[in-house]
T-cell receptor, first 116, second 114 residues
């Protein structure tokens, strides 16, 4: 069963506007973490933002914020004041326990294109 | 530069061959994770090592193996290569258990099997 769902294969936004990238997750573990990574065309994976399941406030990092709605199991990424350099693939990931260890499970990603 | 070093960056080889991908984790990180990124499967977790010991296994084929050495660098060995093994292979590291620790990724090794 897919544990991280990103329903938007592609999104377009005008430069300087805000955009929301959707992510829903499925877990029965009360302790989990949600991550967003950016992958530009050059291929590297860049960490953007983290939200823990017990965190009371939504995470923010500069122009990135996470709209965390626990009851709906959603963790949407909001990018404010989009820049051309924000054009990239964006992946939502969840920390999942496996035996005595943990791993990150990734969604399929959303390709964001910022238009001038 | 993320601090995680992967070599080689690009590799082209033929079906049936064997290759080794190498990863040096960020200084101070004890955990190494390997991921495979292909167009149809997305980012798939392969295997994790912590301080030299295997900790978790994901969708890793029997033709693939990995190890982490005493100096904490890791190698992923891919044998009897098939066309479908063509992918971007990432190594990532973290200090220990994930918790709120971020996985730091290397730049990846792009494998093309012809």
């Amino acid at each position: 069963a897919q544990k991280i769902t990103q329903t938007q294969p592609g999104m377009f936004v005008q430069e300087k506007e805000a955009v929301t990238l959707d992510c829903t997750y499925d877990t029965s573990d009360p302790s989990y973490g949600l991550f967003w990574y950016k992958q530009p065309s050059s291929g590297e994976m860049i960490f953007l933002i983290y939200q823990g399941s017990y965190d009371q406030q939504n995470a923010t990092e500069g122009r990135y914020s996470l709209n965390f709605q626990k009851a709906r199991k959603s963790a949407n990424l909001v990018i404010s004041a989009s820049q051309l350099g924000d054009s990239a693939m964006y992946f939502c990931a969840m920390r999942e326990r496996q035996g005595g260890s943990e791993k990150l499970v990734f969604g399929k990603g959303t390709k964001l294109t910022v238009n001038p | 530069d993320s601090g995680v070093t992967q070599t080689p960056k690009h590799l082209i080889t033929a079906t049936g061959q064997r290759v080794t991908l190498r990863c040096s984790p960020r200084s101070g990180d004890l955990s190494v994770y390997w991921y495979q990124q292909s167009l149809d499967q997305g980012l798939q977790f392969l295997i994790q090592y912590y301080n030299g010991e295997e900790r978790a296994k994901g969708n890793i084929l029997e033709r693939f193996s990995a190890q982490q050495f005493p100096d904490l660098h890791s190698e992923l060995n891919l044998s009897s290569l098939e066309l479908g093994d063509s992918a971007l292979y990432f190594c990532a590291s973290s200090q220990g258990a994930l918790g709120a620790n971020v996985l730091t990724f290397g730049a990846g090794s792009r494998l093309t099997v012809l």
